[in-house]
């Protein structure tokens, strides 16, 4: 799991990480494959919000721009670098959906998978840049 940079934990190429959150973003459920990666058990998980993986190298301009996308119900997709228990990191290729359940109550659904080293080059770099900007 780990690469060349003992900090970081590489994804399987068949990782498929699921967390559904209420619309606060508390989680409410993930699966097997997100507590691996995370670090965390399910219990310690549920009922936590989710910024609990949140890495200091995301810059807040990029989850500023998730919230402001699933809160108007719409689907956003994007690079994020997450951070696990044990202070690795890893980085994942994120769909967030907005739902609305049977009963009325609003969520998110947030699927993820394994990113390339290019993608990753990629946004470390930008996200590097736009942190610069945030100071």
């Not at 399910?42 to 699933?70: C, Q, S, Y």
């Not at 994942?92 to 739902?99: D, K, L, S």
């Not at 470390?124 to 942190?131: A, D, F, P, Q, V």
Request: glycine share 6%; hydrophobic share 35%; with cysteine.
């Amino acid at each position: 799991m780990a690469s060349q940079d003992s900090n970081e934990i590489i994804l399987d190429t068949r990782a498929f990480l699921v967390s559904e959150t209420d619309e606060k973003g508390i989680i409410n459920f993930a699966n097997d494959e997100f507590c691996k990666y995370a670090g965390y058990t399910i219990d310690e998980l549920i009922g936590k919000p989710h910024n609990i993986v949140r890495h200091p190298d995301m810059p807040r301009a990029a989850f500023k721009a998730l919230w402001d996308t699933i809160k108007s119900g719409n689907k956003w997709r994007g690079f994020v670098k997450n951070r696990a228990k044990d202070g690795r990191y890893y980085w994942v290729f994120a769909t967030v959906y907005p739902f609305v359940s049977c009963e009325g109550s609003k969520g998110y659904i947030s699927c993820r998978r394994v990113v390339s080293d290019m993608e990753k080059k990629k946004y470390e770099k930008l996200y590097k840049e736009m942190r610069a900007g945030e100071r």
